[in-house]
T-cell receptor, first 113, second 114 residues
Framework: AQSVTQLGSHVSVSEGALVLLRCNYS??????LFWYVQYPNQGLQLLLK??????LVKGINGFEAEFKKSETSFHLTKPSAHMSDAAEYFC???????????FGKGTSLLVTP | EAGVTQFPSHSVIEKGQTVTLRCDPI?????LYWYRRVMGKEIKFLLH????????ESGMPNNRFLAERTGGTYSTLKVQPAELEDSGVYFC????????????FGPGTRLLVL
């Protein structure tokens, strides 16, 4: 079985501060991992994905995530938060990226001035 | 290129009524997925089409839900009869192939069953 845990349903950071959104997964085989973002009144947009190539994955809008097998983690980071980063972020796992995605519960990011 | 579109954007119905949701995938995408997010819960997979065939429907909650994809283009998801617990946001996604391909999501249909 595969599952995803996102620590913190709400995270608040100041503009310009580091963004760290945590994601841990459980999987009996090497997974494919994804981070999606949902802006208000929009669909989910892919930020980045890990598909067993480089462990440090760079995505759009300055986000990146590092796959750490020993820690079963795939945390999302951004060095400097922008007001436009306020959204809900979802971590997801799949044994094969074309098949069903299993999502975490999501983390709402609030960016304060 | 147009993205995944879903219709309607919102639907409010009474318990016992029928609702049909539609999804138009990105042109040329053979794979189409339905997901649902009930309030306060995570997004859950419902089913996966490859062209017109159901590849995986393990997430369908019960037989009140019927998904079709005639001709392998757009898909419909019908709920009949709707129950209160069916309320939530229904997302559709599509992808070209199954291996390492990104799933592109639509904006979702917000369903409220009263």
């Amino acid at each position: 079985a595969q599952s995803v845990t996102q620590l913190g349903s709400h995270v608040s950071v100041s503009e310009g501060a580091l963004v760290l959104l945590r994601c841990n997964y459980s999987s009996s085989v090497p997974p494919y991992l994804f981070w999606y973002v949902q802006y208000p009144n929009q669909g989910l947009q892919l930020l980045l994905k890990y598909t067993s190539a480089a462990t440090l994955v760079k995505g759009i809008n300055g986000f990146e995530a590092e796959f750490k097998k020993s820690e079963t983690s795939f945390h999302l980071t951004k060095p400097s938060a922008h007001m436009s980063d306020a959204a809900e972020y979802f971590c997801a796992v799949s044994l094969n990226s074309g098949y069903a995605l299993n999502f975490g519960k999501g983390t709402s990011l609030l960016v304060t001035p | 290129e147009a993205g995944v579109t879903q219709f309607p954007s919102h639907s409010v119905i009474e318990k016992g009524q029928t609702v049909t949701l539609r999804c138009d995938p990105i042109s040329g995408h053979d794979n189409l997925y339905w997901y649902r997010r009930v309030m306060g819960k995570e997004i859950k997979f419902l089913l996966h089409f490859v062209k017109e065939s159901k590849q995986d429907e393990s997430g369908m909650p019960n037989n009140r839900f019927l998904a079709e994809r005639t001709g392998g283009t757009y898909s419909t998801l019908k709920v009949q009869p709707a129950e209160l617990e069916d309320s939530g946001v229904y997302f559709c996604a599509s992808s070209q192939g199954t291996l390492q391909e990104t799933q592109y999501f639509g904006p979702g249909t917000r369903l409220l069953v009263l």
